[in-house]
C-alpha cells in the first residue's frame, strides 16, 4: 500500500501567519491528492482536489502545490476559523486510498 | 442539496452483530462511489473501503478486509457497513462519504459505535 506521511504532526501559529503542511507519498501518485479539515466533533470538509484544485466554496486562502510524490497545503494568512486539523488523502486507482496522519494548527 | 444522512449511535456488547446505514440524497445515487472512513478515539481518518451502488462493486483496504462488509441497496438510496462479530476495537466513529474525482466531497454526520461489555 502507498503510505502518507504528514508533517509537521502539530503547528502553532497566529492569526495571520502564513501556514505550510506536508504531505509525502511513499511511492508517486501523480496528482491524485486531497486535503482535508476536520473540526472537533464534525466530518471532515473537502478543501483541495487533485492536489491544487480548490473545492467550491473554500477560501482562496487555501491553495494545494506539488505532484508525484511531495505536496503541501498553504494557508496564506491564518484565520481563526481554520484552527482545525488537516488530512491529506492519497487516491490511487491501483491501490486503496490512504490518509495521512493529520496535522493540527493550534493558536499560538 | 446532497445530503448523507447516516444511522444513530449504537451501543453494543462484543460478539455482536451490527450494521450502520447512510442514506444518499438530492443526486444520482448509482452513478458515485460511496466510501466509508473510520475514526478511533481522538485518532485520525482511515480509509475503509468503497462500493460503487450502480453494479455492487465493492473495494476494500486490506487493514479491513474480512472484519466488514460494505453493501447497498440502489432501490432505497442507502449504502451499509456491516460487522459478524464486534470487538472493542471496533469503538469509532464511522462516516460515509461520496467519492468525486478524487476526493470524498460529501460526508455524512457520522455514527458513533461503542462496543462494551
Known amino acids: 500500500d502507498i503510505q502518507m506521511t504528514q508533517s509537521p504532526s502539530t503547528l502553532s501559529a497566529s492569526v495571520g501567519d502564513r501556514v505550510t503542511i506536508t504531505c509525502r507519498a511513499s511511492?508517486?501518485?501523480?496528482?491524485?491528492l486531497a486535503w482535508y479539515q476536520q473540526k472537533p466533533g464534525k466530518a471532515p470538509k473537502l478543501l483541495i482536489y487533485?492536489?491544487?484544485s480548490l473545492e467550491s466554496g473554500v477560501p482562496s486562502r487555501f491553495s494545494g502545490s506539488g505532484s508525484g510524490t511531495e505536496f503541501t497545503l498553504t494557508i496564506s494568512s491564518l484565520q481563526p476559523d481554520d484552527f482545525a486539523t488537516y488530512y491529506c488523502?492519497?487516491?490511487?486507482?491501483?491501490?486503496?486510498?490512504?490518509f495521512g496522519g493529520g496535522t493540527k494548527v493550534e493558536i499560538k | 442539496e446532497v445530503q448523507l444522512v447516516q444511522s444513530g449511535a449504537e451501543v453494543k456488547k462484543p460478539g455482536e452483530s451490527l450494521k450502520i446505514s447512510c442514506k444518499g440524497s438530492?443526486?444520482?445515487?448509482?452513478?458515485?462511489?460511496i466510501g466509508w472512513v473510520r475514526q478511533m478515539p481522538g485518532k485520525g481518518l482511515e480509509w475503509m473501503g468503497i462500493i460503487y451502488p450502480g453494479d455492487s462493486d465493492t473495494r476494500y483496504s486490506p487493514s479491513f478486509q474480512g472484519q466488514v462488509t460494505i453493501s447497498a441497496d440502489k432501490s432505497i438510496s442507502t449504502a451499509y457497513l456491516q460487522w459478524s462479530s464486534l470487538k472493542a476495537s471496533d469503538t469509532a466513529m464511522y462516516y460515509c462519504?461520496?467519492?468525486?474525482?478524487?476526493?470524498?466531497?460529501?460526508w455524512g454526520q457520522g455514527t458513533l459505535v461503542t462496543v462494551s461489555s
Open positions: 511511492q508517486s501518485i501523480s496528482s491524485w
Open positions: 487533485k492536489a491544487s
Open positions: 488523502q492519497q487516491y490511487n486507482s491501483y491501490s486503496p486510498d490512504t
Open positions: 438530492g443526486y444520482s445515487f448509482t452513478s458515485y462511489w
Open positions: 462519504a461520496r467519492v468525486e474525482v478524487a476526493g470524498f466531497d460529501y
